[in-house]
């Protein structure tokens, strides 16, 4: 059993910065992937950053140039530095975890981003 605790979500103004934490509990042994996702209202949830074990990492579109995705050296905290907020980045912020094939997710944390 993996154990997925988010923090850093909350309210900014456009332009803004905030900074996602996501600490991975539990069996973690085997960790391939953690990565976030992120679900706006009335939308399907949607890729926003991955880091494999191996350090590769990958963005959607739409971020790029803009979010950071890192891990600690422990490989058990993901974490988001997201730049430059936008409105249209204002969503529910899911952490993920992929490990021996078994996906885990976090609770979520709202990212609100005023105009």
């Known amino acids: 059993q993996v154990q997925l605790v988010e923090s850093g979500g909350g309210l900014v103004q456009a332009g803004g910065s905030l900074r996602l934490s996501c600490a991975a509990s539990?069996?973690?042994?085997?960790?391939?992937?953690m990565a976030w996702y992120r679900q706006a209202p009335g939308k399907q949830r949607e890729l926003v950053a991955t880091?494999?074990?191996?350090?590769?990492?990958n963005y959607a579109e739409s971020v790029k140039g803009r979010f950071t995705i890192s891990r600690d050296n422990a490989k058990t905290t993901v974490y988001l530095q997201m730049n430059s907020l936008k409105p249209e980045d204002t969503a529910v912020y899911y952490c993920y975890l992929r490990r021996n094939g078994v996906i885990s997710w976090g609770q979520g944390t709202q990212v609100t981003v005023s105009s």
């Open positions: 880091i494999t074990i191996g350090g590769s990492i």
């Open positions: 539990g069996s973690t042994y085997g960790t391939n992937t």
